[in-house]
């Protein structure tokens, strides 16, 4: 589970693609710090598991469902990306619950300046747009951001400079693609709607053990 408040911005050094995979090498000395095999870090949103360390970097595979629903595949060596540890029992939560599970991937389709700010207008698919809300919260790139406001197809956030000089956003100009994560307290509302919808309109725990919820 992560916050979607990026730690560092690291470096890809090198990718080794196989046929439906992938093998990332990453620079990133600070969440490297205190790191183990295993240990989860999400790299532009996206969770993955450290399959090697060293100083200063870290290795991690990429399978094919992951390189399918994200803009992992198109890094190339030298690309920054956005990176997060797992938090921990107890960490503030800066930003929202982002699970590093990414719903789709979305399209910057307009960039300008709005006083000190940068805001991006974002062409999403509708398996995110779905749960996306004014003044809700959304994942891109693994960053936690808020929603300035949306239509049917697209949703606008608003990038203070402290993010914009720290993060990829800063870097994406007008076509990038990006990886987005809907609010997962959304989906979850909506699976106990429908399943209350199901039920004859009753909600009660025989209900909810029924679809996971006890």
Known sequence: MFTGIIEELGTLRRSERGPISA???IEAPTVTAGVHPGDSIAVNGVCLTVAEFGAGRFVADVMAETLNRSNLGE???????NLERAIRLGDRLGGHLVSGHVDGVGHIVGREPYGIALVLRILAPEAVMRYVIEKGSVAVDGISLTVVDLDHESFRVSIIPHTAELTTLGLKKAGARVNLEADMIAKYVEKMLGARRENGGKLDAG???RHGFL
Do not use: F, N, S
């Open 23 to 25: 093998r990332l090498h």
């Open 75 to 81: 890094l190339r060596p030298g690309d920054r990306v």
């Open 207 to 209: 209900l909810l053990a």
